[in-house]
């Protein structure tokens, strides 16, 4: 008799935020490729609501241990934001 394997309650939330993450960069692509406005509007309006469904997934991992992150150092961040401070402004001036 064939069993149907049977996956954890963490393998299934990996999963599901794993999937979200890559719709979220699929439409994406479509939007950043996408000239009708009405098509653009509702990408993004999609995209919104897929980042709120992963960022919901990514906390209950994260409560539950799954999703291990660490806090950012403010140096690191300050110099991150900096950095591409400089390439929006030099990207600008072109």
Known sequence: MHQTPTFTEQEITNDALSSEKQMITAYGTYLAESTCENLRSEL????N????I?????????KKGWYKTKNANMND???AAQKY???HQSMQQQ
């Open 54 to 62: 992963q960022f919901e997934i990514f906390n209950v991992m994260q």
């Open 49 to 52: 609501d897929k980042q709120q």
């Open 44 to 47: 993004s309006k999609i995209i």
């Open 85 to 87: 401070q400089t390439i």
């Open 77 to 79: 961040v300050q110099t």
